[in-house]
């Protein structure tokens, strides 16, 4: 089986600094990984993904996150915060041999951005 | 391509009333699915359908009807709404079942309350 933990469900960084949101996963086998963002009152909208190719990823507005195997980790990062990142980020695995969907989400870490 | 669409984009029920919740998409996806969002619990899949005629349970899947007559609208019944049901529910649609390492697209969402 597989699942997700989102380290933080909350972290709050101040506008022009870096972010870092926390992802950690477990999977039997080699998983492709998301993470998607949603917008206060909006749907998901996918920012990157990871399926075995480079290990680091980039993906809309700056973000990247870095796939470790050693620590079946995929933090997303950003260098510099803007006020339009204020939401809510969710990590996905997905492996489609696994559940009726073969995807599982993480419980969700919500991005304060500070002036 | 207008996407995934949803309607209503707001709810209210009263207990033991039933409706639906209409989901179209037009980019000829096979896969459609239901997820409920509820605060600190991320996405959980209630149904799901691999193509027209086909449907299956999910994580959720009690309370609530699918079908799918059509590839493109996949609706979602409340049979007789409780207010366990009061959360959002997304529409979702992606290439193919077995593969859920492509893109997921999401609606908007319908916010439903029942009383």
């Known amino acids: 089986a597989q699942s997700v933990t989102q380290l933080d469900s909350h972290v709050s960084v101040s506008e022009g600094t870096p972010v870092l949101l926390r992802c950690n996963y477990s999977?039997?086998?080699?998983?492709?990984l998301f993470w998607y963002v949603q917008h206060p009152n909006k749907g998901l909208q996918l920012l990157l993904k990871?399926?075995?190719?480079?290990?680091l990823v980039k993906g809309i507005n700056g973000f990247e996150a870095e796939f470790k195997k050693s620590e079946t980790s995929f933090h997303l990062t950003k260098p510099s915060a803007h006020m339009s990142d204020a939401a809510e980020y969710f990590c996905?695995?997905?492996?489609?041999?696994?559940?009726?969907?073969?995807?599982?989400f993480g419980k969700g870490t919500h991005l304060i951005i500070q002036p | 391509n207008a996407g995934v669409t949803q309607t209503p984009k707001f709810q209210v029920l009263k207990t033991g009333q039933s409706m639906t919740l209409q989901c179209a998409q037009d980019m000829n996806h096979e896969y459609m699915s239901w997820y409920r969002q509820d605060p600190g619990m991320g996405l959980r899949l209630i149904h799901y359908?691999?193509?027209?005629?086909?449907?299956d349970q999910g994580e959720v899947p009690n309370g609530y009807n699918v079908s799918r007559s059509t590839t493109e609208d996949f609706p979602l019944r409340l049979l007789s709404a409780a207010p366990s049901q009061t959360s959002v529910y997304f529409c979702?649609?992606?290439?193919?079942?077995?593969?859920?390492?492509?893109?997921?697209?999401f609606g908007p969402g319908t916010r439903l309350t029942v009383l």
């Open positions: 996905v695995v997905s492996r489609p041999e696994e559940g009726a969907d073969g995807l599982t």
């Open positions: 990871y399926t075995s190719a480079a290990t």
């Open positions: 979702a649609s992606r290439i193919e079942r077995g593969a859920s390492y492509n893109e997921q697209f």
């Open positions: 359908s691999v193509g027209a005629g086909i449907t």
């Open positions: 999977s039997s086998y080699s998983p492709s």
